[in-house]
């Protein structure tokens, strides 16, 4: 018998949107650009939110859609007599599209590059809210020339794009996954747990070891070993086919830097601390467990 799943409203379209290619070329231009002028460094922190624990971007478009919404909602639940309060909301979600919309192209050109799908979603989710800016740039001038109603129609046009934008926001935070902390579902075994034989690990080389399920970098310095998480948790890259510098591990796929023994975030774009581990020895075997953040 040939079972088929029955598919959700919208999976159709974003199956389709996930599969046009015809975005790849002019998404890959458009990555590169902004991967190459917004590089590892104090302005890519600040937008990646590597200050704050986690991406900026999802509270910047609370502003943009709060306020654009709040115009909206007045049209229709009545505001002050003039209209003054919904232009003032249009004109606040306006100022606040910027740089919402510069964290949310940092954050997918540094996904984009490897995951086709998100590089497809990503444009068209960048498209749709520049032209529910449009429509609510639009309903703006035509409530300052006096045109209440056609402004209040624009702007609910602006309000059904909005949502459409914020939809695919979501499908590529919640179902592909760009964002989360991609060590935050396996953190390492909480007990000791045999990881490799110390003999043969290298001397000042990252080397990936498999730990229960868990990818672990041991990094061997004479007598000392140092174990974090393998997997970067900004996009997932494996930090062993990064590079020591010091005291840090530094990811290849976009900088990231990791104290080798804590596992301490050092810079971003990452957001996350990567999780460290005890080690200890028995005989030529390397132990690991989990180290409390605290
Ligand atoms: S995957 Fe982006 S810095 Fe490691």
Same mark, same amino acid.
């Given at each position: @018998?040939?079972?088929?799943?029955?598919?959700?409203?919208?999976?159709?379209? @974003?199956?389709?949107?996930?599969?046009?290619?015809?975005?790849?070329?002019?998404?890959?231009?458009?990555?590169?650009?902004?991967?190459?002028?917004?590089?590892?460094?104090?302005?890519?922190?600040?937008?990646?939110?590597?200050?704050?624990?986690?991406?900026?971007?999802?509270?910047?478009?609370?502003?943009?859609?709060?306020?654009?919404?709040?115009?909206? +909602?007045?049209?229709?639940?009545?505001?002050?007599?003039?209209?003054?309060?919904?232009?003032?909301?249009?004109?606040?979600?306006?100022?606040?599209?910027?740089?919402?919309?510069?964290?949310?192209?940092?954050?997918?050109?540094?996904?984009?590059?490897?995951?086709?799908?998100?590089?497809?979603?990503? +444009?068209?989710?960048?498209?749709?809210?520049?032209?529910? +800016?449009?429509?609510?740039?639009?309903?703006?001038?035509?409530?300052?020339?006096?045109? *209440?109603?056609?402004?209040?129609?624009?702007?609910?046009?602006?309000?059904?794009?909005? @949502?459409?934008?914020?939809?695919?926001?979501?499908?590529?935070?919640?179902?592909?996954?760009?964002?989360?902390?991609?060590?935050?579902?396996?953190?390492?075994?909480?007990?000791?747990?045999?990881?490799?034989?110390?003999?043969? +690990?290298?001397?000042?080389?990252?080397?990936?070891?498999?730990?229960?399920?868990?990818?672990?970098?041991?990094?061997?310095?004479?007598?000392?070993?140092?174990?974090?998480?393998?997997?970067?948790? *900004?996009?997932?890259?494996?930090?062993?086919?990064?590079?020591?510098?010091?005291?840090?591990?530094?990811?290849?796929?976009?900088?990231?830097?990791?104290?080798?023994?804590?596992?301490?975030?050092?810079?971003?774009?990452?957001?996350?601390?990567?999780?460290?581990?005890?080690?200890?020895?028995?005989?030529? @075997?390397?132990?690991?467990?989990?180290?409390?953040?605290?």
């Amino acid at each position: @018998m040939n079972v088929r799943r029955q598919l959700t409203p919208a999976e159709p379209l @974003m199956r389709r949107i996930e599969s046009a290619s015809e975005l790849d070329t002019p998404g890959k231009a458009l990555g590169k650009k902004v991967r190459g002028a917004i590089t590892p460094g104090p302005f890519k922190d600040a937008v990646s939110g590597t200050w704050l624990g986690h991406a900026v971007h999802p509270m910047l478009t609370d502003v943009v859609i709060g306020s654009f919404l709040g115009a909206t +909602l007045l049209d229709v639940f009545g505001g002050d007599r003039r209209g003054r309060a919904s232009q003032r909301l249009i004109v606040v979600g306006i100022l606040a599209y910027p740089p919402t919309a510069l964290t949310g192209i940092n954050d997918w050109a540094d996904t984009e590059i490897a995951y086709e799908d998100v590089r497809r979603t990503g +444009l068209v989710h960048a498209a749709t809210n520049a032209l529910a +800016l449009t429509l609510y740039g639009a309903s703006l001038g035509a409530r300052r020339r006096g045109a *209440h109603g056609a402004g209040a129609a624009l702007g609910a046009l602006g309000a059904a794009t909005l @949502m459409a934008g914020g939809y695919l926001g979501g499908h590529l935070t919640l179902n592909q996954g760009v964002g989360p902390d991609r060590t935050v579902f396996d953190p390492g075994p909480p007990d000791w747990t045999p990881a490799a034989d110390g003999s043969q +690990l290298p001397e000042g080389r990252p080397t990936r070891v498999v730990v229960g399920d868990t990818p672990v970098l041991l990094l061997r310095e004479g007598e000392l070993v140092f174990a974090i998480h393998d997997r970067c948790s *900004h996009r997932g890259c494996s930090l062993s086919d990064g590079s020591v510098e010091g005291d840090e591990i530094v990811c290849a796929c976009h900088g990231s830097r990791f104290d080798r023994r804590t596992g301490a975030l050092k810079r971003g774009p990452a957001t996350e601390a990567q999780p460290a581990f005890q080690v200890r020895r028995r005989d030529d @075997m390397i132990e690991v467990r989990l180290l409390s953040p605290d």
